[in-house]
């Protein structure tokens, strides 16, 4: 039987039939892949709690003619359950599943780094290592950045000209020049711009230690900047809660 093994974090599901779900995975080696659990909506069913959005597994597919079939499933790691009983991390944790199918947009093409940060993001919102809203910006930022799309926070996105600056616009990739400010972009605070930075590199204690004005700031430019180069609106980002 053509079978193959990998890591995955579950997208979505979707009904099919009676009994049976359409899973959406991002795997580790073979990237964005979907499978039909077959009878996983009955009670009696021996795996189909571990295939709900959010959850890390070890899965085992049959492959097919059209979609492939779960066959095997192991849990790696149980976080639909302690984000789902949270709002915020919900929320949160919803975007970021939407983002990342976005992101990975071919089927069985890998998406090794992709699976890697949205594995480490789930993680570290069932374990509330961090706010919320951080972690989700941080994931953004730094999902886009592997995509091709890395915010610019200090030197000028447009003529590299070294900063700090002033202003940021979304269409020229983040912070820019008095020279190439378009006109009307917003000016941020300086503190913004060191949130958005620290966010992107990792830097936890300055991303931490932001108070809750240039938290929410950035927070808005991470939205603007995410949905102008996904080409469209994430929406389950009208459900985050901002303070």
Not at 149 to 166: I, K, M, N, Q, Y
Not at 193 to 207: P, Q, R
Not at 234 to 241: A, D, G, K, P, Y
Request: neutral net charge; charged residues 25%.
């Amino acid at each position: 039987m053509p079978l193959y093994r990998d890591d995955a974090i579950v997208l979505r599901t979707q009904k099919l039939g009676e009994a049976d779900r359409i899973v959406t995975f991002l795997t580790r080696e073979r990237g964005k892949v979907r499978a039909v659990g077959r009878g996983v909506r009955r009670t009696s069913s021996r795996f189909g709690a571990r295939l709900e959005p959010f959850m890390a597994v070890d899965v085992q597919f049959h492959t097919g003619r059209t979609l492939d079939t779960v066959t095997q499933v192991e849990t790696v790691g149980a976080y639909a359950r302690r984000i789902c009983e949270d709002y915020e991390l919900y929320t949160a944790g919803t975007v970021m599943l939407e983002a990342a199918d976005r992101l990975v947009d071919q089927e069985h093409e890998p998406a090794v780094q992709q699976y890697w940060l949205l594995a480490g993001g789930l993680r570290a919102l069932a374990e509330r290592q961090h706010a919320a809203g951080l972690v989700l910006d941080s994931y953004l930022l730094r999902a886009l950045a592997v995509a091709g799309w890395a915010l610019s926070s200090v030197d000028c996105a447009r003529c590299g000209e070294p900063g700090p600056h002033t202003a940021f616009n979304v269409a020229q990739g983040g912070a820019v020049c008095p020279r190439c400010r378009p006109p009307g972009s917003p000016s941020p605070a300086p503190e913004t711009f060191a949130l958005l930075a620290a966010l992107l590199s990792g830097d936890w204690d300055t991303a931490d230690a932001a108070v809750t004005r240039h938290r929410n700031e950035a927070s808005g430019l991470v939205a603007a900047y995410g949905q102008y180069y996904l080409e469209r609106t994430l929406r389950s980002l009208r459900m985050v809660e901002r303070s």
